[in-house]
């Protein structure tokens, strides 16, 4: 077979002049493509600009009601502090305003961010409860109420460890020295509240249903402590509770208004539930000392002492277990011992341990 030529040259001609328009082709379309994206691009570019700047009108037109709402209460300077700190600082700002006695101004309350220094931290307060901004603000006994729950937590606290580290005496010497702290801080809370608010609510660290709760937690807890000290009773780890033993009415009674009293000298001070629960649980442990009382007088069970003095002098000297049933002077007066000076019953202006049965 002859070679010719020209055929191949023909040949040769029409495949490049197909690969030419392929590649003229592929060219166009990615032509096309990247000015479909272009403008793709450039429209969602563009809706995003609108909805950003629908989100900048929607936030400035916000921005401007709360400073509206803050300039009910705050001057310009003072709206403009709160309103650097964003939304929550704004409003907790309002929160305080709105919350204030009618006769109270905020924007006397407040102090900005350059006048912090002039504040004093509001001391005495359950861990966390103050933040830098709040400080900003006079307290009041209003915005101050949500401590004394926090206090009653740390006391209910308190109480249940005493509970748990008996004999461990590190420990609750650890304990006892918390439990001065707690108090120190409450006292100092008080102040901070009768300087806001001289004629404030007396405060009630167990205020409340849950604050109910508590106040009975350490009563029952402290009782079983006290009972549990003088040896008439003891802790049934099974059923978590104190269990009496065998003795007299007088003893138990006289160890109830021992701890009694050791809770109006700590707690009831700060809580006028607790001091109306003391009251009454005193009335009730006397209640129960007179009846012992008269059944031991009935039954001859008594200890004699001719005159009070001697009477005292044995008292003093600790002669005379709490519970005791004392005579005087051949029946002219009968007195139930009771250890510690819990009933009023005063001879020569002074509190005596025991109280008279008639």
């Given at each position: 077979?002859?070679?010719?030529?020209?055929s191949?040259?023909?040949?040769?001609?029409?495949?490049?002049?197909?690969?030419?328009?392929?590649?003229?082709?592929?060219?166009q379309?990615?032509?096309?493509?990247?000015?479909?994206?272009?403008?793709?691009?450039?429209?969602?570019?563009?809706?995003d600009?609108?909805?950003?700047?629908?989100?900048?009108a929607?936030?400035?037109?916000?921005?401007?009601?709360?400073?509206?709402?803050?300039a009910?209460?705050f001057?310009?300077?003072?709206?403009?502090?709160?309103?650097?700190?964003?939304?929550?600082?704004?409003?907790y700002?309002?929160?305080?305003?709105?919350?204030?006695p009618?006769?109270?101004d905020?924007?006397?309350?407040?102090?900005?961010?350059?006048?912090?220094?002039?504040?004093?931290?509001?001391?005495?307060?359950?861990?966390?409860r103050?933040?830098?901004?709040s400080?900003?603000?006079?307290?009041?006994?209003a915005?101050?109420?949500?401590?004394?729950?926090?206090?009653?937590?740390?006391?209910?606290?308190?109480?249940?460890?005493v509970?748990?580290?008996?004999?461990?005496?590190?420990?609750?010497?650890?304990?006892?020295?918390?439990?001065?702290?707690?108090?120190?801080?409450?006292?100092s809370?008080?102040?901070?509240?009768?300087?806001?608010?001289p004629?404030?609510?007396?405060?009630?660290?167990?205020?409340?249903?849950?604050?109910?709760?508590?106040?009975?937690?350490?009563?029952?807890?402290?009782?079983?402590?006290?009972?549990?000290?003088?040896?008439?009773?003891?802790?049934?780890?099974?059923?978590?509770?104190?269990?009496?033993?065998?003795?007299?009415?007088?003893?138990?009674?006289?160890?109830i208004?021992?701890?009694l009293?050791?809770?109006?000298?700590?707690?009831?001070?700060?809580?006028?539930?607790?001091?109306?629960?003391?009251?009454?649980?005193?009335?009730?442990?006397?209640?129960?000392l007179?009846?012992?009382?008269?059944?031991?007088?009935?039954?001859?069970?008594?200890?004699k002492?001719?005159?009070i003095?001697?009477?005292?002098?044995?008292?003093?000297?600790?002669?005379?277990?709490?519970?005791?049933?004392?005579?005087?002077?051949?029946?002219?007066?009968?007195?139930?011992?009771?250890g510690?000076?819990?009933?009023?019953?005063?001879?020569?202006?002074?509190?005596?341990?025991?109280?008279?049965?008639?």
């Amino acid at each position: 077979m002859g070679f010719s030529l020209s055929s191949f040259l023909g040949g040769a001609a029409g495949a490049g002049s197909r690969g030419i328009e392929k590649r003229r082709d592929t060219l166009q379309r990615e032509k096309e493509t990247a000015e479909a994206r272009q403008w793709q691009i450039a429209t969602e570019s563009r809706a995003d600009s609108r909805n950003k700047k629908k989100e900048r009108a929607v936030a400035k037109r916000e921005a401007e009601e709360r400073a509206d709402s803050l300039a009910l209460y705050f001057n310009p300077d003072q709206v403009k502090d709160i309103m650097g700190g964003g939304k929550a600082q704004i409003q907790y700002a309002l929160d305080y305003a709105s919350k204030l006695p009618t006769d109270q101004d905020a924007s006397l309350n407040y102090r900005t961010t350059s006048q912090l220094a002039e504040i004093p931290p509001i001391s005495g307060g359950p861990r966390g409860r103050v933040s830098p901004f709040s400080s900003r603000f006079k307290t009041t006994a209003a915005a101050l109420e949500k401590y004394e729950g926090g206090f009653g937590d740390m006391l209910a606290i308190n109480a249940r460890n005493v509970l748990k580290f008996q004999g461990n005496e590190t420990k609750l010497a650890e304990l006892s020295a918390e439990r001065v702290t707690i108090e120190a801080s409450v006292k100092s809370y008080e102040a901070a509240k009768a300087k806001a608010e001289p004629d404030a609510d007396t405060t009630d660290i167990f205020s409340g249903g849950i604050g109910a709760t508590r106040m009975e937690n350490i009563f029952r807890q402290t009782e079983g402590q006290a009972l549990e000290t003088a040896d008439l009773a003891e802790w049934d780890k099974k059923n978590e509770k104190y269990v009496l033993k065998a003795g007299s009415t007088g003893e138990i009674q006289s160890a109830i208004l021992k701890n009694l009293q050791g809770l109006e000298n700590s707690y009831a001070q700060f809580s006028p539930s607790m001091q109306i629960k003391i009251d009454f649980s005193r009335v009730e442990a006397v209640k129960s000392l007179r009846a012992f009382g008269a059944s031991a007088i009935e039954n001859g069970i008594t200890k004699k002492y001719s005159t009070i003095a001697e009477f005292q002098n044995a008292s003093d000297n600790n002669a005379i277990l709490p519970g005791a049933v004392i005579d005087v002077a051949n029946g002219a007066k009968f007195f139930v011992y009771t250890g510690q000076p819990t009933v009023p019953n005063a001879i020569n202006g002074l509190m005596q341990t025991f109280f008279e049965l008639n």
